[in-house]
């Protein structure tokens, strides 16, 4: 279904339940699709939509704190936050930041994007996608960032992401930089280890007995303590 198909003239996004199985109860043959300004009213309804979509455990819950999260997204004006409807059901969220450019259209950071569990692989995705991009310019810059391990990577560029490799994704942390450092001290000598191995092995023809083990006890204790 392409974008001239997905919506009517007046903006209105439309998708018929006979492309699509097991929808639940809230779709009938023609549903109704929109985008709606999220107000502190909505925080219980999205915290049951993240919930949801994001599997979060009550042992992660706890540390959420989900009005003071949607706060500036609610209330500042580069900030936006988009509660998603199918009828008259609220089934996705939508976070973004709009950031200005000097030369050209403003970039927009999608910050969240996510619909509940029970309405996911239905096109409701899709069509809350395409009613955002409907806000902005045509020539926007519209971001965000996933994991290519996820589904939704593949996902997201099926709606017309790029996965540029040239623009890389750097974090400023004090505690994540140590942890990055021990990380990559641990690779070191994983691969110094691995090299050492094949190199032993391959004088494991030539050597045997204990003057084969000795050498090789010796090279890796000097590997880990250096």
Same mark, same amino acid.
């Given at each position: ?81 988009? =509660? ?46 395409? =009613? ?26 099926? *709606? ?38 094949? *190199? ?14 000795? =050498? ?11």
């Amino acid at each position: 279904m392409n974008v001239s198909e997905l919506f009517d003239g007046r903006g209105i996004c439309k998708e018929n339940d006979s492309d699509i199985s097991c929808r639940p109860p809230v779709c009938s043959e023609m549903t109704e699709y929109r985008l709606e300004e999220i107000t502190e009213k909505d925080i219980d309804r999205f915290k049951e939509i993240y919930i949801s979509a994001f599997s979060v455990s009550d042992e992660h819950l706890k540390f959420y704190d989900f009005e003071k999260y949607l706060q500036p997204f609610i209330y500042d004006k580069d900030k936006h936050a988009l =509660m998603f409807y199918s009828g008259e059901t609220a089934v996705g969220v939508i976070l973004a930041i709009e950031k200005p450019s000097l030369s050209a259209e403003p970039s927009v950071y999608i910050e969240l994007c996510a619909v509940e569990a029970l309405y996911q692989r239905q096109g409701h995705g899709t069509a809350m996608l395409n =009613m955002f991009f409907e806000k902005f310019h045509k020539n926007a810059f519209i971001t965000l960032e996933t994991y290519k391990s996820r589904p939704a990577y593949d996902w997201y560029q099926k *709606m017309g992401f790029v996965d540029d490799d040239e623009i890389r994704y750097l974090v400023h942390n004090l505690a994540l930089s140590l942890i990055w450092n021990d990380l990559q001290k641990l690779r070191k000598r994983n691969s110094e280890l691995t090299e050492m191995k094949n *190199m032993l092995e391959n004088k494991a023809a030539q050597n045997s007995g204990e003057k084969l083990a000795d =050498m090789i006890e010796n090279k890796i204790h000097e590997i880990m303590i250096s």
